[in-house]
């Protein structure tokens, strides 16, 4: 295991009616005017927005709106949030949403009081300040919620970036299972893959003697492959819901992925994905992720193996443990398709044709990226063509 800092502030309020807290926890945090950042019209119509607002009305916290994020979020949306800050006087961002809203707000809090252009922070530049953020939750998927991180899609160009920095973790987080007992199937679906592709990144490591933190992954990926079937079939179980919602944070609050060499190529590969054809996110993962791994599972088929005995309940082939290690990606992109996931580019929606120009977005020129293995821009193509032609 090697060296490592654990840094998670956020307090989390879990349980049912819990965003009715909202603005006590505004006021807890400092917050004496806030944006309060939402996406499109469901929050409105199952009256969440409402109950907020009512919230920190209770608590005399004035607050300016502003909806409209889509998916994918975007720089136009950030800009417009970072004026109305600047002109309000916002000290505290809210949140009220899944990952998208959450990424769109920590941008927002870092760009208000920059004097630059915030798209810096998406391009290697870290913070010196950053507005407070605090978060309502309505989907389990990004852990957005739990991390600091953001990611941001630049419309000229159709570049998706991240940044991260501690400064965007959110002071709190309400997180209500209920509130996601009506999404759709797909959308939950998408999720859950978003989900296990946080554990998986984290799992596939260099780092040996992680046996705590490999153990912890796998209780995870085990939860969201009894779960995520039983909320497709049962949309409104709630305590199925509340176990995928906090196996959400719990993926990517890093507290799997302590003291180990992480990976993320496969963030990066279905990044420049949802960039180019607004995809969902998760759905790209679910593309990109099982083809990332039959791509490089040769350069330690023990643990791939190790995954698929563990995971997945493959029977371990000692002698031939390449043979094993294949069974878990074939399980694994079999589970995805169960729960109505993607498993190729017609399905996605994406074309083969497009793969030089997806290699050249992603940007990595004559070098390499990533952790477990550092791909090349001719690995990454490979990556998409497995992708584009993979089946069940």
Known sequence: ?????????????????????????????????????????????????????????????????????????RDTLVYEGIGICRRENIDFLLAVGGGSVI?????????????????????GRRPAAALPVGTVLTIAAAGSEGSGDSVITKEDGGLKRGAGSDLIRPRFSVLNPALTCTLPPYQTACGATDI???????????TTEVELTDRLCEAVLLTMIRETPRVIAAPDNYQARANIMWAGTVAHTNIVGVGREQDWNSHGIEHELSALYDCAHGA??????????????????????????????????????????????RRFR???????????????????????????????GTGRTGGFVALSAQDITEIYHIAANASV
């Open 284 to 329: 790209g993962l679910a593309v990109i992720m099982p083809a990332w791994m039959e791509f490089v599972y040769r350069h330690d088929p023990m643990r791939f193996a190790q995954a698929a005995v563990r995971v997945w309940g493959c029977q371990m082939d000692f002698a031939h443990p390449e043979v094993t290690a294949l069974e878990g990606i």
């Open 196 to 206: 296990m592709a946080h554990v998986f990144e984290r799992y596939f490591t260099n």
């Open 1 to 73: 295991m090697n060296n490592f800092q654990f840094y998670s502030p956020t307090e989390f309020v879990f349980g049912k009616d819990t965003e009715a807290q909202a603005g006590a926890l505004v006021k807890k945090y400092g917050g004496t005017k806030v944006l309060l950042h939402y996406g499109g019209q469901s929050a409105i119509r199952s009256g969440l927005l409402n109950r907020v607002k009512q919230s920190l009305s209770e608590q005399r916290i004035p607050f300016t709106e502003l909806g409209g994020v889509k998916p994918n979020p």
């Open 334 to 364: 079999a589970f995805l398709h169960s729960i109505g996931m993607p498993v190729n580019f017609a399905e996605l929606g994406a074309r083969e044709e497009d793969i030089p120009r997806l290699v050249e977005k992603h940007g990595v």
């Open 103 to 123: 990424d769109s707000a920590k941008a927002i809090a870092m760009g208000m009081p920059y004097e630059g252009d915030f798209w810096d922070f998406y391009c």
